[in-house]
């Protein structure tokens, strides 16, 4: 027996022969241990839920690496929350790039696939994209939206606010301490002095509107008082050209009359006439004197409404401005445009549902040094107070310049920053990019800029939204101290032009829009 297994393991033929049910058997084994050790290791890959061991202040932003499929929330202190995410599969990726929270409803269906369950869906875009819970496979499957577990996304949901920064980056990206001579440095005297500052302005803008108003009235009394003038004078210099009309005809009999006794007719027919003519004459003349004044009342009062308006503007928009200084600051530098935009959170809902009022009263020129050399994409954020002002971070998810050199770079007008750094409190950010504005950046978006050298499935797929005519912040203010805060307006905050940059669209305004400054 012993000889026989020699012989046997000695033979190559011998080696290589199996059963063939042994072979099957073997096949199937080495399979299921192939896949299981695949599965394995994709569940070893696949990021787990964390808090910090201390306790969490509130969420700054957060950060979804697509590389990692996973979330990560941070507050002025550093990460607080960490769970896997399952983002946009091929040709429905989720967009990389700068977003933040518009919208949050508890229990959501969508409107885009069949009433799907996206429970706790806190909105980026308008167009779709969303953080919500649902299932997680370990992998990328959702159609451009940002999976998290349902028992995470449930209790995150009560923890974030509207304008809450999401940053959704290609690889792993984290905010690194930063400082930089650039960035906000605020003053606490002209923090301390803001919330005076701003009842001084909105009791201001009160009287300013109450004396607009009156002179309106008084406008419209004026001209509701001349209208009959038109007339009434019409009436007259009809009167007085019929009077002038008979006038010559009784010339003309006088001159035509062959006796005395018709000459002595068309005489006495003449002084009647001419009596009646003189009266029209004075009749008239009296009227327009007397229409006058009336005529210089109407030019008056309009003239008056007009500086009252003009006042009540001002007055409105430094009211509006100064309580938009007890907000943080958000700012967007886009290489692409060559611009520099401002935004801030009204918390005013938006009145044809759904998210909140951002304001956009800073549109300006920048100068970039070397525009054609890319800058790349830094977020900077001021995270908390510091001894010397604002403790900033830097989270960079696209290659470019280094954060330091691309601010380096951005020559920013001064008197822009004046207004802005006093006041800049935490929360507040400045944003690089060369990217230009997504087009779906609007009245009720903080900024929405895409990464167009990264897939974008998700997002171009769906159509950047353009939501119906709204009431808009105008001249009549905040609202809260007798003057309302919402007149009819374009949808877009900004005139928009789309353009097609990479795969999505882009606005650029037609005009230059700096409406004021805070």
């Given amino acids: 027996m012993k000889d026989l297994m020699t012989t046997a393991q000695s033979t190559p033929a011998m080696r290589r022969w199996r059963p063939p049910g042994l072979v099957a058997l073997a096949a199937v084994a080495v399979l299921t241990a192939l896949t299981g050790s695949a599965e394995a290791a994709k569940q070893a890959r696949q990021p787990a839920e964390a808090v910090a061991p201390r306790e969490a202040g509130e969420p700054i932003m957060a950060i979804v690496s697509i590389k990692s499929q996973q979330v990560t929330f941070y ?55 969303a953080l919500h819970g649902g299932p997680l496979p370990g992998y990328a499957a959702s159609h451009g939206c940002v999976r998290m577990p349902f028992g995470f996304a449930e209790g995150l949901f009560d923890k974030t606010n509207i304008g ?211 800058l790349g994409t830094h977020i900077f954020t001021a995270m ?33 920053w004046d207004r802005i750094g006093p006041t800049a409190l935490p929360r507040s950010s400045i944003v690089i990019s060369d990217e230009p504005l997504s087009a779906e950046t609007n009245y009720r978006t903080e900024f929405v800029a895409v990464l167009s050298n990264h897939p974008q499935g998700g997002f171009i797929t769906r159509k950047p939204t353009a939501p119906p005519p709204m009431e808009m912040a105008s001249d009549d203010g905040w609202g809260g101290n007798g003057f309302g805060f919402f007149q009819q307006r374009d949808p877009y905050s900004q005139p928009v032009n789309p353009r097609r940059r990479g795969q999505y669209q882009y606005y650029q305004p037609a005009q230059p829009m700096q409406r004021s400054f805070w």
């Fill in 384 to 416: 908390a107070k510091s001894d010397t002002g604002l403790r900033w971070s830097v989270v960079t998810i696209e290659s470019g310049d280094d954060a330091k050199d691309a601010l380096d770079r951005i020559t920013i007008p001064q008197d822009v």
């Fill in 75 to 129: 507050d002025a202190d550093g990460w607080i929350l960490r769970a896997p995410v399952s983002t946009g599969t091929t040709g429905r990726e989720t967009p990389a790039g700068v977003f933040a929270i518009v919208e949050k409803d508890k229990d959501h269906r969508s409107t885009m696939y069949d009433d799907a369950w996206m429970p706790n869906m806190q909105r980026i875009t308008w167009n779709g994209i």
């Fill in 164 to 374: 809450m920064r999401v940053i959704i980056s290609p690889n792993d990206a984290a905010p690194i301490d930063f400082t930089h001579p650039s960035l906000f440095v605020p003053k606490r005297e002209a923090i301390a002095a803001v919330p005076s500052r701003a009842d001084k302005l909105s009791a201001e803008a009160e009287e300013a509107t109450q004396a607009a108003a009156e002179a309106k009235k008084a406008a419209a009394a004026a001209v509701k008082e001349a209208a009959s003038l038109p007339a009434s004078l019409r009436k007259l210099e009809q009167q007085k050209a019929k009077a002038d009309a008979e006038l010559a005809f009784a010339d003309k009999k006088i001159a035509a009359a062959k006796t005395d006794q018709a000459r002595a007719q068309a005489e006495e027919l003449k002084q009647k006439v001419a009596t009646k003519a003189a009266d029209a004459a004075s009749a008239l003349d009296a009227a327009k004197t007397a229409a006058q004044p009336k005529r210089d009342a109407v030019a008056a009062t309009k003239e008056a409404a007009k500086v009252a308006a003009t006042r009540k503007a001002e007055a409105v928009t430094a009211a509006t401005d100064a309580k938009l200084a007890l907000e943080p600051v958000s700012v967007y530098i886009s290489r692409a445009t060559q611009k520099l935009y401002v935004r801030r959170n009204t918390h005013k809902p938006a009145p044809d549902g759904g998210g909140e009022v951002f304001d956009t009263s800073i549109e300006v020129p920048v100068t970039i040094r070397n525009p054609d050399q890319p």
